[in-house]
Every structure is written in C-alpha cells, then in structure tokens.
C-alpha cells in the first residue's frame, strides 16, 4: 500500500527526529529533504554552480559528513531560493514518496508542492529560542563551535528567507495539523504525532 506522510517546518523544529519515529513505527522509508538543499549548498560553497549541481545531484552526495554545519545550512537555504534549483530536485522527492511500502518526507514544501496530495500531513513549529537552543545543543555534541546568539540569529535568518521566496516558501498546508514541539518532551511530541500518523493510516484501511 502507498502511505506517504509529509512533514514540514521552520529550522531545528524537531522534524527529523519525529520523522525518523513515525517511518520507524509504521516501517516507511523517511526522507530528509534538506539534505538535497544542503547537499546542492556544500557544492555551491566549494565553487559549483548551484543549477548544474542540483541538475547533477546523486544520493550518494547526501552521505557526506559535513552537511550539518552552520555555513553550509546558510547555504543550503540561499539555493533553496532557486527557482531551477527546487524544480530539479523534484523528480527525486517524488519518486521517493511513491515507493512501495511508503514514506515519510520531511522539509518545507512537502505538503504543499511536492506531495500535496500525502495521507498526513504535520506542520513541525516551536519558539526560535526553543529552536536555537536545540540546534546549539546538537551543534555541540557533534563538536562544532558556535555561540547561542549566533545559531539564533542563523535560524531566523533561514526562515525568513523560507518564508519570503517566490517558490515554494516555507507555509503549512491548510490540511496540515500543526505540532507546537515548545513545551513538549520529545517523547511527547511523537507520541502527538504518530496519533495523527495512526488515524489517517486507519481512515486509509
Ligand atoms: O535541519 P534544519 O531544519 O535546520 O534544515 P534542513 O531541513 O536541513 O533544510 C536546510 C535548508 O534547506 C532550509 O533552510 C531550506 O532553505 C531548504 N529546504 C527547502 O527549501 N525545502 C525543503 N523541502 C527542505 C529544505
């Protein structure tokens, strides 16, 4: 059966750990979408041209290690503003969310653009400090040096950016249940929801 699940938000909202649980507890393949932006970015930084490295992109560009810096994050959103730069990357994300068994694709424009038509939709938010203080942490943990004001600064910079593009900007789809992950802990936020995962996936049967 084809069950695709799109979740998406602002920066460091939580959406890929309450992506990777739901496809964990319902057994779909899970799609990180910002990893193709960021991906196209990490090129761009090293010289490419942003069009002709999303038209060239191969999964394997998406393993690299480096992808979960601040710079390349910027970076990664300034292509994103790209109108050739998205459209190229479309096919792929689509392919993906057909596949048999089914999938979670999390992102920006995944219940609006690229699947608008998924069994459920999230929209994934919390407070920017909430945000930059989770991302600080993370960034911590994986060794990079970074002050809080920064990686703030950083987050809302990106959603503004999201935000404002002409292509795809970053907004909840109408059909979309929004989780505000502020106040909750993370097992709480997924138990919400794999709820919400649960009762389309029984509307579907
Ligand atoms: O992990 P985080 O929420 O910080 O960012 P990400 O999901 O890895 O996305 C990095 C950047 O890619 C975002 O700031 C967006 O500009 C862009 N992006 C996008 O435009 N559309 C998507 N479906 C996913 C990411």
Redesign the pocket.
């Known amino acids: 059966m084809s069950f695709i699940v799109a979740i ?6 939580g ?2 750990t309450i992506s990777r649980a739901v496809a964990e507890h319902f057994g779909l393949a899970h799609l ?7 991906a196209v ?1 990490a090129r761009v930084l090293a010289g490419g041209d942003p069009v002709a490295v999303a038209r060239a992109l191969d999964p394997v560009d998406l393993e690299n290690d480096n ?1 979960r810096t601040p710079a390349v ?1 910027q970076a ?3 292509v ?2 790209i109108s050739d730069v ?1 459209s190229a990357l479309v096919d792929f ?1 689509r392919g993906f969310a057909r596949r048999a068994g089914g999938a979670v ?6 219940g609006t653009v ?1 699947c608008p038509d998924a069994d459920a939709k999230l929209f994934i938010t919390a407070s920017p400090e909430c945000r930059a203080a989770r ?1 600080h942490k993370e960034l911590a943990e994986k060794g990079i040096e970074a002050t809080f004001e920064t990686v703030l600064a950083d ?1 809302m910079a ?2 503004t ?2 935000s404002d ?1 002409a292509t ?1 900007p ?1 907004v909840a789809a109408a059909d979309a249940v929004q989780i505000d992950t502020s106040d909750l802990s993370v097992d709480a936020a997924i138990a919400r929801a794999v709820a919400v995962v649960e009762a389309a996936h029984r509307r579907k049967r």
Do not use: F, M, N
């Open positions: 998406d938000g602002p920066a460091a909202a959406k890929g990180d979408t910002g990893l193709l932006y960021r970015g992808l994050a990664a959103s300034e994103a503003v998205r994300q694709l999390d992102g920006r424009d995944i690229i991302r987050v990106r959603d950016r999201d593009r795809a970053l």
